[in-house]
Nanobody, 113 residues
Framework: QVQLVESGGGLVQAGGSLRLSCAASGSIFRMGWYRQAPGKQRDLVATITTGGSTYYADSARGRFTISRDNAKNTVYLQMNSLKPEDTAVYYC??????????WGQGTQVTVSS
């Protein structure tokens, strides 16, 4: 069973930047970042494959960058030009074809206007 630990969340002003990290206890393959605002469903933000191919939700494209360091079993989410509507709990997800999806505990991102 893989353990995921997110870090890097916090309070930032609109237009600012944050970098989230997700450290896994084991090898990682396809990874993703999701977010959930109060009263809303959990939405996909970005994914990255083992080879580095990326996908972004429309809300993240052009402002966020997902990356990974396979040697450190870590995935990152660089978030620039943050907006108040980016405020949410951000979750890291690890996808495994046999054992399924594992989730981190989440990290709060709050963007003030």
């Amino acid at each position: 069973q893989v353990q995921l630990v997110e870090s890097g969340g916090g309070l930032v002003q609109a237009g600012g930047s944050l970098r989230l990290s997700c450290a896994a206890s084991g090898s990682i393959f396809r990874m993703g970042w999701y977010r959930q605002a109060p009263g809303k469903q959990r939405d996909l933000v970005a994914t990255i494959t083992t080879g580095g191919s990326t996908y972004y939700a429309d809300s993240a494209r052009g402002r966020f960058t997902i990356s990974r360091d396979n040697a450190k079993n870590t995935v990152y989410l660089q978030m620039n030009s943050l907006k108040p509507e980016d405020t949410a709990v951000y979750y890291c997800a690890a996808f495994y074809s046999i054992s399924g999806t594992y989730w981190g505990q989440g990290t709060q991102v709050t963007v003030s206007s």
